[in-house]
């Protein structure tokens, strides 16, 4: 993805620091501003990443990182918390959507049922087989956990027509 570029990602937890110490990357953290009332994003715990300790540092954040810290910042700040627990819910309906559909299908089965956006689904034959069938009709199904499991993901960028043409081909590859 991204040609090869940096990427972001989310991580939610405990305000506290023994749970952000963990994370093993370099962070961008909602900070007050010098307006009370008011809040921005700074980079935090520096010290623990490549940059702050270089050969000690536990990542590898590449040359593009700040640009993306600085679109992941952008993103929080227009989404704002509502923005993002409706993103969740979007997420959460989505996924659900979707392993409920392949759920139904006589050939697979999902796993568990308490998930956010990724989940298993077992199928009656191989993994790779249905995966190649798949790529033929130009979708990329779900990663190989063992030779007849798959795990699928679903996020805010998944259209329900995209779910559908999903759930109808692997009717049809599954059968």
Request: charged residues 20%.
């Amino acid at each position: 993805m991204n040609c090869g570029g940096g990427s972001g990602g989310f991580i939610a937890s405990r305000d506290e620091e023994r749970y952000a110490r963990a994370y093993p990357t370099l962070q961008v953290s909602i900070a007050p501003t010098t307006h009370e009332g008011e809040h921005g994003f700074t980079m935090t715990l520096f010290e623990q990443t490549s940059y702050g300790r270089r050969e000690q540092g536990n990542d590898w954040t590449g040359n593009s990182v700040y640009l993306w810290a600085i679109v992941n910042a952008v993103y929080m700040s227009l989404l704002g918390p509502q923005g993002f627990r409706e993103l969740g819910e979007r997420i959460l309906q989505r996924s659900h959507y979707a392993a409920r559909r392949i759920d139904e299908l006589p050939n697979a089965s999902v796993r568990w049922g308490g998930f956010f956006k990724e989940f298993v689904v077992d199928f009656a034959q191989p993994v790779e087989a249905i995966n190649a069938k798949l790529r033929e009709r130009g979708i990329f199904g779900g990663g190989a956990i063992t030779s007849s499991s798959a795990l699928y993901c679903v996020t805010e960028v998944h259209a329900q027509e995209d779910i559908d043409r999903l759930v109808d081909a692997l009717a049809e590859v599954t059968k």
